[in-house]
């Protein structure tokens, strides 16, 4: 009797727990990328010539990454909710790079024009035709 008590006593903490641990997961908030600091600085150009020449080496260097990219705006969007996105030459008619910001950004991106110098903070994500920063914002 007192093994039995024992196995449900044990079984219940460990309930609690998970029940616990996924409470706090369902409650934890994403990573802000704008107060973490950039592991890697590089032009726009040179990413996506990396991803280009070898996108098996520069997915493992840069994806899922913290970057300050550097390059010249193309076009600037905003989507159906307002969200910017604002797209960087990179010296290739075919791709370059889309940086999607965050929506509190939006009153920055506005004030950028198509062919302005600009530093983008972000979260590599990778290349589909365009090399793609998530979470991004304007770098110090």
Not at 48 to 61: G, I, K, M, P
Not at 86 to 113: Q, W
Request: with cysteine; glycine share 8%.
């Amino acid at each position: 009797m007192k093994i039995l008590k024992r196995i449900i006593f044990i079984l219940l903490v460990l309930v609690s727990a998970g029940l616990g641990y996924g409470w706090y997961l369902y409650n934890k908030q994403p990573v802000d990328i704008r107060e973490q600091k950039a592991q890697i600085e590089i032009t726009a150009g040179d990413l996506l010539r990396s991803f280009q020449q070898d996108e098996v080496t520069a997915t493992r260097n840069y994806v899922d990454k913290v970057l300050i990219v550097s390059g010249n705006v193309s076009n600037i969007q905003f989507n159906s909710a307002g969200l910017p996105t604002v797209f960087l030459e990179a010296g290739d008619p075919f791709a370059s790079l889309a940086c999607s910001f965050y929506g509190s950004e939006s009153h920055n991106v506005k004030k950028i024009r198509p062919g302005t110098f600009i530093r983008v903070k972000g979260n590599c994500t990778g290349m589909l035709v365009d090399v793609v920063l998530n979470k991004c914002s304007m770098a110090e």
